[in-house]
């Protein structure tokens, strides 16, 4: 069974920057796309960013895009979120999961294993 493990969350001003990281057990990793989503309170999960397994096809959600980054190393079985230019509306908690087969996916039925969720709090 494939765990994920997030970190990097926190509290940040609006404006500023955070890293997030997904660690994941499964030597498979690499064969599936990974993403990012978030849910912020009372609102449903959304899709924020996604990689397909290979790295070469990156998808982002249009109120992230241009701000957000998101990268992967298949050796590492890990992958990142690069948060900048941070908005008070991108506070929720993130979550990494991992795709159902290499493409990418933007619902939350195309992933089948998540992470813990890591909070990300922007203050304005």
């Known amino acids: 069974q494939v765990q994920l493990v997030e970190s990097g969350g926190g509290l940040v001003q609006a404006g500023g920057s955070l890293r997030l990281s997904c660690a994941a057990s499964?030597?498979?990793?690499?064969?599936?796309?990974m993403g990012w989503l978030r849910q912020a309170p009372g609102k449903e999960r959304e899709f924020v960013t996604a990689?397909?397994?290979?790295?070469?096809?990156?998808y982002y959600a249009d109120s992230v895009k241009g701000r957000f980054t998101i990268s992967r190393d298949n050796a590492k079985n890990t992958v990142y979120l690069q948060m900048n230019s941070l908005k008070p509306e991108d506070t929720a908690v993130y979550y990494c999961?991992?795709?159902?087969?290499?493409?990418?996916?933007?619902?939350?039925?195309?992933?089948?294993?998540w992470g813990q969720g890591t909070q990300v709090t922007v203050s304005s």
């Open positions: 999961a991992k795709g159902v087969s290499l493409r990418v996916g933007f619902k939350v039925i195309d992933y089948d294993y």
């Open positions: 499964e030597r498979t990793f690499s064969r599936y796309a």
């Open positions: 990689s397909s397994w290979s790295a070469g096809d990156t």
